[in-house]
């Protein structure tokens, strides 16, 4: 399982040649000779260090263009740097479509509105490249703007620019992997899947192996109808309300003390809404507060902290941690009144101080801001280990700004197949080390993350993930 969540190389997502709906006759790609290459590489070495093996994703997002998207796509912007953006594709949902002759539209805002931000982002790119040169012009972004099916609830009575755009990502040569996020109805996505099936019957295979799909809970019926009868082995992340709801419009119910100020009205002026440029002063605030951002955690997945989310989603990540539940689909592991700790809100500090960061970026001089320490593993990434042994831990971080680190090496219990209790030495230092469980059972796992934090302003955190799993002797 774990070399479907793998990401190989890639080139950057090119336009779609044929937007009006014609059939795409892409070349298949030789899917076999670049997994062998992979298999072969794995074989070679068991250290999977994150910064040395991932490449940028590559992402699509649906959107109904509700106000929760229009505050998510404001952070997704400043976040481009971090991913290959293949498509930003208008669809519907069972709560906004925009209705046609026959069919009245719901709640429908007008497409205009990612015109609009990108006209705002097009004024902060010059300084945000300043920071990070992997940011797309404005002109790249907008040519990964389409229209999807947008008619009616659950539509996919036709292909669409959005939906012909979608096929021609997963058609392509590049075998990496594509991030299908549905922050709105899957629709859209569901029609791709279609005219895929219809038209290259013999490419099923190859794309159920290159798709991802993550949905922020099911806003139509069209992936129990479409997409789960007749694409069985697409790997699909569910995000439930107890997961994404604590980024949506009840997040005040569900935040505890330590994490609501960093939404609040105070931290929401100073670092977000106020003297950050045009982007940040289009952020649809409600009276200077937070107000929902239900979609974010569907990229906050796969922004590459080092939390390697993207190899495996019983991991975690900034995007929630999951628990599957068939052969290729997992649920969020959140659920109302939990214990543990909610798998989005354990990183929501780290997050947010990360947003205000980039906040920055849209106004300041590179000298001026703080940029995220980089953290790589001297040990490897995983390890094996008998019942009792000593495991010794060692990472090294750099700062680009001359930031004071300090390091936190803990045991992720929830991410930990083995359920025994885990102490670790000089938890504070660059080298650390623990003591395997002398119970653990053989394939048990312990999962040790490493946290680095600067002392920039906001202070900015990245990290490590070491997995031990349990050898008898």
Known sequence: MLLRWIQSG?????????????DLDMKKPLVAIVWMTTLIALCESNHVDAKQTTRRPRVIVTTDGEVDDRCSMIRFLLYTNDWEVCGLIHSSSKHHWKGNEQVAGQTWTDVSWLDEQLVAYEAVYPNLKLHDPNYPTPDE????????????EGDVREPTPGSNRIVEVLLDDDPSPVWLQAWGGSNTIARALKTIRERHPDRVDEVSAKARI?????QDRTYEDSIRPEWPNVDVLLSNHASFGTLAYGWGKMQPPEVKPYFGRVWMRKHILQNHG???????HKEMRFRSEGDSP?????????????????????????IQIGKHYWKSADRDQQQEPNSILRWAIDFQNDWAARADWCVSSYEQAN????????????????PGQIVQLAAQADDSDGDELDYHWWHHAEASTSESTITIEDMTQAHASMRMPDDCQPGETVHVICEVQDDGSPPLTRYRRVIVTCQPE
């Open 10 to 22: 890639h080139q950057p997502c090119p336009p779609q040649q044929n937007p009006m709906g014609k």
């Open 141 to 152: 972004l907008r040519s990964q703007v389409y229209i999807g099916n947008i008619e009616t």
């Open 214 to 218: 993550y949905l922020i809970s099911k």
């Open 278 to 284: 045009p982007l940040l002063d289009m952020y649809e």
């Open 298 to 322: 569907a990229f906050l997945h796969v922004i590459n902290t080092g939390l390697r989310s993207d190899e495996d989603p019983t991991y975690g990540g900034w995007g929630g941690r999951f």
């Open 371 to 386: 940029h995220p320490p980089e953290v790589t593993l001297k040990s490897s990434a995983d390890l094996v280990a008998h």
